[in-house]
C-alpha cells in the first residue's frame, strides 16, 4: 500500500468523527436556545471530533477492524455528551 493510499484509509476512519462533531456543534444552538454558549462553534466541533475519535479507536480496538455499528453507535453517543457537557452554558 502506497502513502496516498494510506492517507486516503486515514482520512476515511476520520470523517465520520470529524463531520459529525462539527455539525454537532453548528446545530446546537437551534435546540439549545436557552443556554448561552460558553465555547465557540469551532472549539466546541474539535472537542465533539475528539470524543468522536476517541469511540472509534476504541471500537477498532475492541473489535479488530473498523466500521462496525456499535463503534458508531458508541461514536453518536460521545459526541452527543460532549456536546452536552461542553455546551451548557452555566454562568457563575
Do not use: E, I
Amino acid at each position: 500500500m502506497g502513502p496516498l493510499d494510506t492517507l486516503n484509509h486515514l482520512l476515511n476512519f476520520l470523517a465520520p468523527a470529524l463531520v459529525l462533531g462539527l455539525a454537532v456543534a453548528l446545530v446546537a444552538p437551534f435546540f439549545m436556545r436557552k443556554l448561552r454558549p460558553t465555547r465557540g462553534w469551532l472549539l466546541q466541533g474539535a472537542l465533539n471530533s475528539l470524543a468522536g475519535l476517541a469511540a472509534l479507536v476504541a471500537g477498532l480496538w475492541v473489535f479488530g477492524n473498523d466500521g462496525k455499528m456499535a463503534s458508531y453507535a458508541l461514536l453518536v453517543v460521545l459526541v452527543a455528551t460532549s456536546q452536552w457537557v461542553g455546551g451548557k452554558g452555566w454562568k457563575s
